[in-house]
């Protein structure tokens, strides 16, 4: 298959086109438009005859047309991602996940291209910390955020146009994402980084929030496997039973760098933080018999601190910024 990858040159993005070019003979066209969260060195050394770079924004009709002509497959990970970022300025979330989404669907019905849509377990809403319950693909949408809301929306789209329009679609819905190329505002490089600075970790409230985390390389197996083998119309929830509060994960980034288990600070909370994310991947499971392969939280977690400490020349150039923003919002 030849399969546009928009959002490619960020966190999950270029982690799945890695994945592809290593473990099938796929070829593949990365559409982004570097903004802040792309960087293009996450694409550097993959191989010219089966890798093409498209700088540009999805929510152009006229790019996005010419490139679904050339393609047999879209897997569509283009957006704004960060919470926090959707509080101080919802209009880019907008954009680019609910026009970019639409502008892309709109392509995808005029040329009948396969499509497979990214989405978050943030459009369920949350749980609450001492609920036995997890996500499963019936439950009831109910976002908090702008991020979560406009990524539901995204998702709606979707599955009116495969109703309405037949557009051959599927959508996944994944938990917290951890492993290399991630963007130093989120939660795990943030705390890897300020450690590497010197600088003491920022646990947002009282640290108990919880989220399920998984290996970014299972999240790229998962959409691998709904791309080939997933039933049209269908949503899978992926997630790797990966459940930590914020603070254990914060103790288990201090002891593999050597710190004490309470060297960190407590700051503002988020707005609306939601308490907790916790799926249930089932239907993923045992309808196309996906399983993760990142068992070992703690060590897939001593692997990603070890990215960051080899590669500062990386994340280095965004870390003053980032924390700029974070210091004025008293984060
Ligand atoms: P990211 O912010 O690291 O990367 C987003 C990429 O999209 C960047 O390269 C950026 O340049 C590009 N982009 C933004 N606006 C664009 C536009 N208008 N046109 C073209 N490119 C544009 O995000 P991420 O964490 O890699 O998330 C990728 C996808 O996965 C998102 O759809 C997100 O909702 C979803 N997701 C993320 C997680 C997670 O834990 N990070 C979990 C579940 C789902
Ligand atoms: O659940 C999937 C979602 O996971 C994705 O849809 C989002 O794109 C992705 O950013 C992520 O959202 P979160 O809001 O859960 O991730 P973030 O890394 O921003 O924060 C994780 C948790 O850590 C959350 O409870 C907030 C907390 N936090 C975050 C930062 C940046 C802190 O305590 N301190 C911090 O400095």
């Given at each position: 298959m030849k399969i546009l990858v928009t959002g490619g040159a960020g966190f999950i993005g270029s982690n799945f086109v890695h994945f592809v070019l290593e473990n099938t003979e796929h070829s593949v066209t990365v559409l982004d438009k570097l903004t802040y969260a792309g960087n293009r060195a996450s694409l550097d050394g993959l191989p010219d005859d089966r890798f093409a770079f498209v700088k540009g924004d999805i929510a152009d009709a006229e790019l996005v047309d010419g490139l679904f002509t050339e393609h047999d497959a879209v897997v569509h990970y283009a957006a704004e991602s960060h919470n926090d970022n959707s509080l101080s300025d919802p209009s880019p979330f907008v954009h680019t996940n609910l026009v970019g989404t639409f502008t892309l669907l709109e392509a995808a019905r005029r040329h009948g291209i396969r499509f497979h849509h990214i989405s978050t377990d943030e459009v369920y809403g949350d749980l609450e910390l001492d609920d036995p319950a997890r996500f499963t693909e019936s439950t009831p949408y109910n976002p908090s955020s702008p991020y979560s809301s406009t990524k539901a929306g995204s998702d709606l789209l979707v599955r009116a146009w495969v109703r309405s329009f037949g557009v051959e679609a599927t959508i996944s819905n994944c938990s917290n994402n951890y492993g290399p190329?991630?963007?130093?505002?989120?939660?795990i490089p943030r705390q890897i980084t300020n450690v590497l600075r010197g600088e003491r970790p920022k646990l947002y409230g009282t640290g108990e929030n919880v989220r399920d985390w998984i290996h970014a390389d299972d999240h790229s197996s998962a959409v691998l496997t709904i791309l080939e083998k997933g039933r049209i119309g269908e949503t899978y929830l992926i997630g790797a039973d990966g459940e930590k509060n914020n603070k254990q994960v914060v103790e288990l980034i201090l002891a593999e760098l050597g710190q004490?288990?309470?060297?960190y600070d407590l700051v503002a909370d988020r707005p609306g933080h939601d308490l907790r994310y916790a799926i249930d991947s089932t239907k993923l499971r045992s309808e196309l018999g996906w399983m993760p392969r990142y068992g070992d939280f703690a060590a897939g977690l001593a692997a990603t601190i070890q990215w960051y400490r080899d590669h500062e020349n990386w994340w280095g150039p965004q870390k003053a910024a980032t924390e700029d923003r974070y210091r004025a919002q008293g984060q």
């Open positions: 190329y991630q963007h130093v505002e989120k939660f004490p288990s309470d060297a």
